[in-house]
């Protein structure tokens, strides 16, 4: 696999598999997933793994969901980007995206793409 440009994944539909559901736990560092979390399948992301994804909109844990990226997380202090992908394609401002992505990207410096 190819690394991916991960513009190129702004405002399309993805498929997401979840392995942090909501409710689950780091299993490094201990903190709690207020979203579910996930990656896309068959991409290789900055960091040499799948590229990874925030689920909004989704309010259960679930493994796998379908929606419309929305942003992208870029971190400008690590090669590790995040799509932002809306369940139902409603959009988020800025601030709801920081605010629920807050628990894990506190540790990072970054940027929101639209």
Do not use: C
Not at 4 to 31: A, C, M
Not at 42 to 56: F, K, P, R
């Amino acid at each position: 696999m190819k690394k991916i440009n991960v513009n190129d994944y702004l405002r399309k539909d993805v498929t997401i598999k979840i392995d942090r559901q909501l409710g689950s736990r780091h299993p490094k560092h201990g903190f709690m997933y207020m979203l579910n979390y996930g990656y896309i399948p068959n991409t290789i992301s900055g960091d040499g793994e799948e590229l990874d994804a925030y689920l909004v909109g989704e309010f259960e844990p679930v493994e796998e969901s379908n929606g419309k990226v929305i942003a992208i997380i870029h971190r400008t202090n690590d090669n590790d980007d995040k799509l932002v992908v809306s369940k139902d394609g409603k959009d988020y401002s800025d601030d709801a995206i920081r605010a629920m992505t807050e628990f894990q990207e506190q540790y990072f410096e970054s940027i929101i793409i639209r």
